[in-house]
């Protein structure tokens, strides 16, 4: 067990701030002390100031991080005495001073938080005391699946037999799962559980992967509907336990009461539909505790998660994984043509086919589905190609499509455009669909961290949801998206951080004005920037800132069921609508504008330099006081990272007023109109002043070598630790030898000081 005082926690890896093609990690939230009652138990939070500052400060702090982590006693210490938050109390006081002596244990700590949960029963206790499962490698839950897994345990110690936990895609619900069915199956509370899912990939992967210490022995998936008894975790897809044949649904050869649990992933799927086949499974199981995993909860008149589970016990949003950086944020590309407000044929105009096409005028909501313009088609993955050129060809890449048709047309065009690398590569791009047996086959390549084809893959519905995209980079919506659910579901498949591969953010192109949808109130994670290109602009945003059921028992994906034939297209009502397929249309791009979202999730309207005049003027109330703080600041990089957590791009900025030009130029130039200088031009002003000249030869070339250094890459290069250790540096002598040319190490650290106040002349 590990330690119940554990000092200096950080339970956040820092928002991943980007700007332009850079990125940096903004600071992650700390906390001074965690008090556990166990591990993975947090009972109280203390954080110690010291004895100069009241003993109260740093409760506000405090009570945050306790909010975020869900601990219910609060306390701060000078290291005199301490303050006491009792976030269980509903009467009388909240908070008092405590001596040391009067410090309350873990026990009793403990006791008064089950009183308020009201789990008093023995058998209570037991279930929300278990341990969590340990291995070797020391791995354990992060702060907000430990909250999942903990509110989910009590409520099934206080009798909840329908819980929900909502949590963005990329945030582990299955490794969440695994720690919820461990502990409640080491109790011995639920013995025999079942996990159901939506895709066979899933049901291995969960098998072999976060489920693998149960043991092979006690686990077993459920194929081809034969069911065996002997085991106590099954492993099922919710149609390999349905059948439209009454006599074939499998799931009633095991008798209501077998299951003590069933989990239910991706529960938005179709669990909570009244229609649904598979919503009888749940209804035959019901005595068991049913426990729906989803990033999505569906509300609507139809369907509705909340009418069956209730309230989730816990929700983790996108955009909290996104500030927390722990999900990778994005960038938007608003791509506008000279069609999508509207095209009318000329009278008795004849589609490709023969077919003479219906006078009306059509939209983006027609396009594709009932009209295909080849030259509206050529245009987008002109476009997409065009991106990837400028970025990374090898980016992983999904283009979402209308219906099959188009996925297979699209990929046609991006092929044509791509062909220098289809002509080595022939699975350069792919289409991804429920037909194609070959795409399919293509699809474990795709999902391979480790594969680098295919690249692209053009896809309608098969790969919203339930598919591990780890390093898709980029994501095209030519597809009329209206779903907040089937958004975010999207927008999922780029939210996976590999840092160590370089995937840190992910861009999506939007065509079809989909991504409107952050202006819905029930969209919770915005973008980092939303750029629309001008037609003479690069695509690439500024540095400012099935027709058959897939084989193996796959869920049917109901937007693939469409025709590959011309002309028909089947849009699941009992009418045929005609699909006409036009050319020589001419279309081209138009824009609008380029928008920012803020670091407050708002949406800035204003130009990107008054945006940041404003946030640079919060926080300096003049040039005077910014000249104080960045002279007394021993690592401009944090103050930079901290301009940057309040909404100050620097690198968005450098590229309106200059690639040379400093941090404190920028700042001084954008918020309090000083003249801007270069890098150079500061370098150049201080050789002039020759000030080296009261140093040895040998402390001279190092003051030299470091001059040059800023010139070239900026002031936060020659603060770094290792710069003696750099080139040209470790050629003049070693870093002992060089510390030595100043005397002693404070000394070598007052030169590299009074050079900073040359470079600003502030000194």
Same mark, same amino acid.
């Given at each position: ?15 991943? *701030? ?17 008090l556990y009652y166990k591990s993975n138990q947090p009972i ?59 410090? +309350? ?11 308020y949960t009201e789990i008093e029963t023995p058998e209570a ?12 490698? @020391? ?38 799962? &695994? ?33 693998? =210490? ?50 239910? #992933? ?84 004849? #589609? ?41 060809? &090898? ?96 927008? @999922? ?33 915005? +973008? ?17 800132? #099935? ?8 869920? =049917? ?100 007023? @200059? ?11 954008i918020a309090f109109d000083q003249p801007a200088l270069t ?41 770094? @630790? ?39 002349? *502030?000194?």
């Amino acid at each position: 067990m590990k330690r119940q005082v554990r000092e200096e926690v950080s339970f956040t890896d820092g928002r991943i *701030i980007v700007q332009g093609k850079l990125y940096t990690r903004g600071k992650s939230k700390r906390a001074d002390y965690i008090l556990y009652y166990k591990s993975n138990q947090p009972i109280a939070i203390i954080e110690a100031k010291d004895n100069k500052k009241p003993v109260g400060s740093g409760m506000q702090q405090a009570l945050e991080y306790s909010e975020i982590l869900q601990i219910p006693f609060v306390f701060t210490s000078n290291g005199d005495s301490f303050v006491f938050h009792d976030r269980t109390a509903t009467e009388g006081a909240l908070e008092q001073e405590l001596s040391l002596e009067n410090f +309350p244990s873990p026990e009793q700590l403990w006791d008064k938080y089950l009183r308020y949960t009201e789990i008093e029963t023995p058998e209570a206790k037991e279930i929300i005391e278990t341990d969590y499962f340990v291995d070797d490698s @020391g791995m354990s839950p992060r702060y907000y699946q430990q909250n999942a897994v903990n509110r989910t345990l009590e409520a099934v110690a206080k009798g909840q037999d329908r819980i929900i936990l909502v949590m963005a895609t990329g945030t582990g619900k299955t490794y969440t799962a &695994f720690n919820i069915i461990w502990r409640l199956w080491k109790t011995g509370v639920k013995k025999r559980i079942l996990f159901l899912a939506d895709r066979n990939a899933l049901l291995t992967q969960t098998k072999n992967g976060d489920f693998s =210490p149960f043991g092979n022995d006690i686990m077993h998936i459920i194929k081809n509907r034969k069911i065996d008894k002997s085991y106590q975790i099954y492993f099922a897809l919710y149609q390999g336990l349905t059948s439209n044949d009454e006599e074939k649904n499998a799931y009633k050869e095991f008798s209501p009461d077998f299951f003590d649990l069933v989990v239910i #992933d991706e529960c938005h799927r179709g669990s909570a539909a009244e229609a649904s086949a598979w919503r009888d499974v749940l209804t035959y199981f019901k005595s068991a505790t049913h426990v729906g995993l989803t990033a999505t909860p569906k509300e609507t008149k139809d369907v509705s998660n909340m009418e069956y589970f209730g309230e989730p016990v816990y929700t983790y949003s996108l955009k909290q994984g996104i500030e927390d950086g722990f999900l990778a944020p994005y960038k938007v590309v608003r791509i506008t043509t000279s069609v999508d407000d509207g095209w009318r044929p000329t009278a008795g105009l004849l #589609d490709k086919y023969g077919n003479e096409i219906k006078d009306r005028i059509y939209n983006l909501k027609d396009y594709d589905k009932t009209l295909a313009i080849d030259e509206r088609t050529e245009v987008v993955a002109k476009k997409i190609t065009e991106y990837l050129k400028a970025t990374d060809r &090898f980016a992983k890449t999904i283009v979402f499509c209308t219906d099959i048709d188009h996925a297979n047309r699209m990929r046609q065009a991006l092929i044509n455009e791509n062909a220098d690398i289809v002509a080595k590569h022939w699975n350069y791009c792919v289409k991804i669909t429920g037909d194609d047996e070959v795409g399919k086959q293509e699809l474990d390549n795709f999902t391979d961290v480790e594969e680098r084809f295919p690249v692209i893959a053009t896809t309608s519905k098969m790969l919203t949801t339930g598919i591990d995209t780890k390093m898709v980079k980029f994501i095209v919506l030519e597809s009329n998206i209206q779903s907040v659910t089937e958004f975010k579901q999207i927008i @999922g498949r780029g939210t996976r951080i590999r840092e160590a591969e370089g995937k840190v953010y992910f861009t999506i192109m939007d065509f079809r004005k989909a991504t409107n949808i952050f202006a819905r109130p029930d969209f919770d994670g915005d +973008p980092v920037q939303i750029y629309e290109p001008k037609p003479d602009e690069p695509v690439v945003p500024p540095d400012e800132e #099935d027709t058959a059921q897939p084989d193996n028992g796959e869920p =049917p994906n109901q937007d693939d069921f469409k025709p590959t034939k011309p002309n028909i297209n089947i849009d699941g009502s009992e009418d045929v609508v005609k699909k006409y397929y036009v050319n020589d249309v001419p279309v081209s791009i138009i824009h609008e504008r380029v928008q920012y979202y803020g670091n407050d999730g708002k949406l800035i309207t204003e130009s990107l330099k008054d945006y940041s005049k404003k946030n640079i003027e919060k926080e300096f109330s003049s040039l005077d006081d910014f000249l104080q703080k960045w002279n007394a600041s021993d690592k401009k990089e944090e103050l930079i990272r901290e301009l940057a957590e309040h909404g100050v791009l620097l690198e968005a900025l450098r590229e309106d007023v @200059g690639k040379d030009l400093d941090d404190f130029d920028l700042i001084c130039h954008i918020a309090f109109d000083q003249p801007a200088l270069t890098r150079q031009e500061r370098a150049n002003k201080v050789r002039k002043r020759n000030y080296f000249t009261k140093y040895s030869e040998t402390a001279q070339k190092v003051l030299n070598s470091l001059l040059d250094k800023y010139e070239q890459e900026g002031i936060t290069s020659i603060e770094q @630790g290792s710069i003696l250790k750099v080139q040209p540096l470790n050629q003049i002598g070693s870093a002992v030898e060089l510390v030595r040319a100043f005397g002693k190490k404070k000394d070598f650290e007052q030169a590299i000081k009074d050079l900073e106040n040359e470079i600003y002349n *502030i000194a």
